[in-house]
C-alpha cells in the first residue's frame, strides 16, 4: 500500500519502537506486545501487560448518553453500521467509506447487503441523472424574443443567434409560420433535408427552428384556444401524446408576457387584425 500508517508490518514495526524500553523492564510479558509503564502511589514504577478497559464500558457510556440498543451492548456490533452510514454520506465511495483499513477489506467484508444495495442505488441514479442533464441541455423548443413590438430589430435577432439573412428575412415576413418565425422551413426536425416542412404551424411551439417573436402573441392565444378546445374533445391520455409538450411550451411562453401585452394582442384579435390559419388536419383530430 502507499500508506504507509496503514500497514500492518509499519503499524507493529512502530509500535515494537515505541514500547522497547518498558519490554526491557517487562521480560515476564511474552503473549503480547501490549506492554505499559504506570507509577504506583508509593512512587514505585511498574512495568507489566497493558490492559484495556473492559467491553462494559461501552454498556456505560449508551446508559451515561440515554441510548438504548437491542442485542448485545457490545461496540462491535455498530461497526458495520457505521459502514453503512458512512456509505450513505459519501453516496457509494469506497475510498471514502474504507477510511480505517484497506479498501479490499471493506469490499470482502463490508460491501454486501445494505450497504452494497446503497452503492449500487447510488451508482445507478448517478449515471441516470448524467443522462437526464444531457437530456435538458438540447434545445427542442422554440427561441423566444421578449420586449415590445417596436424593439425587435434585425441587430436584435442576430445578437440572439441568428444570420444576416435569417434575421433580415424574418423582419420581412418572409419566415411567418403563423405561429412563429423559422430560421429554417427547409431543415425542419419533422421532415427530409431540402424539403419544405409539413407540420407547420401545428409543431413549431416543439421546433428549436422556431423563433417567437412579440408580433406572434395573438396567433399564440387564438391557437391556445384551439389546444383548448382539443382538451375537451380529446380523452387526456390522447391529447397529451399529441399535444402536451406544445400545450406545456405554448403556456410557458405566455405566462412570460405582461398583462398589457395580452391585453393588447387580445384586442388585436377582436378587431380582426389577427387570425389563425391551420391545416383541414387541425380540426379533424381523434383518438386512433
Same mark, same amino acid.
Given at each position: 500500500?502507499?500508506? &504507509? ?11 515494537? !519502537? ?6 526491557? #523492564? ?9 506492554? @505499559?509503564?504506570?507509577?504506583?502511589? $508509593? ?24 441510548? !438504548? ?13 457505521? #459502514?453503512?452510514?458512512? +456509505?450513505?454520506?459519501?453516496? *457509494? ?6 477510511? $480505517? ?9 463490508y460491501a454486501q447487503g445494505t450497504t452494497l444495495r446503497i452503492m449500487s442505488g447510488r451508482t445507478i441514479a448517478t449515471a ?11 434545445? $427542442?423548443? &422554440?427561441?423566444?424574443? @421578449? ?13 440572439? *443567434? ?9 423582419? +420581412?415576413?418572409?419566415? $411567418? ?10 431543415? *425542419? &426536425? ?12 401545428l409543431r413549431c411551439l416543439e421546433c428549436r427552428n422556431a423563433w417567437i417573436l412579440p408580433s406572434?402573441?395573438?396567433? /399564440? ?12 374533445? /380529446? &380523452?387526456?391520455? +390522447? ?10 411550451? /405554448? ?10 401585452? /395580452? ?8 378587431? *380582426?387584425? +389577427? ?14
Open positions: 500500500m502507499n500508506w &504507509p500508517r496503514r500497514e500492518a508490518s509499519e503499524v507493529v514495526r512502530q509500535f515494537l !519502537d515505541m514500547t522497547a524500553r518498558v519490554r526491557v #523492564k517487562a521480560p515476564h510479558v511474552t503473549h503480547t506486545l501490549f506492554v @505499559s509503564a504506570t507509577v504506583r502511589n $508509593d512512587y514505585t514504577a511498574v512495568f507489566d501487560e497493558w490492559k484495556p478497559v473492559p467491553p462494559s464500558s461501552f454498556g456505560n457510556w449508551l446508559d451515561a448518553m440515554g441510548v !438504548d440498543i437491542k442485542g448485545d451492548r457490545h461496540i462491535g456490533r455498530m461497526r458495520k453500521s457505521v #459502514k453503512v452510514e458512512k +456509505a450513505i454520506v459519501t453516496e *457509494g465511495r469506497i475510498s471514502a467509506a474504507a477510511d $480505517d483499513h484497506t479498501e479490499e477489506t471493506f469490499a470482502t467484508h441516470q441523472q448524467h443522462w437526464l442533464d444531457k437530456a435538458l441541455d438540447r434545445v $427542442d423548443g &422554440p427561441t423566444v424574443i @421578449s420586449g415590445a413590438v417596436g424593439e425587435v430589430d434585425q441587430d436584435l435577432l442576430e445578437d440572439s *443567434g441568428l444570420s444576416a439573412q435569417e434575421a433580415a428575412d424574418i423582419m +420581412a415576413g418572409q419566415l $411567418d409560420m403563423g405561429v412563429s418565425h423559422c430560421k429554417n422551413p427547409y431543415q *425542419g &426536425p419533422y421532415s427530409r433535408p431540402g424539403e419544405l416542412c409539413a407540420v407547420a404551424p406572434n402573441l395573438p396567433q /399564440l392565444i387564438l391557437f391556445k384556444q384551439h389546444l383548448e378546445r382539443l382538451r375537451t374533445v /380529446l &380523452p387526456p391520455q +390522447a391529447f397529451e401524446r399529441l399535444w402536451g409538450q406544445s400545450w406545456v411550451n /405554448l403556456r410557458a411562453v405566455l405566462e412570460g408576457r405582461t398583462p398589457e401585452e /395580452l391585453d393588447q394582442a387580445r384586442k388585436h384579435i377582436e378587431a *380582426g387584425q +389577427a387570425v389563425l390559419d391551420l391545416p383541414l388536419a387541425a380540426n379533424t383530430e381523434f383518438d386512433a
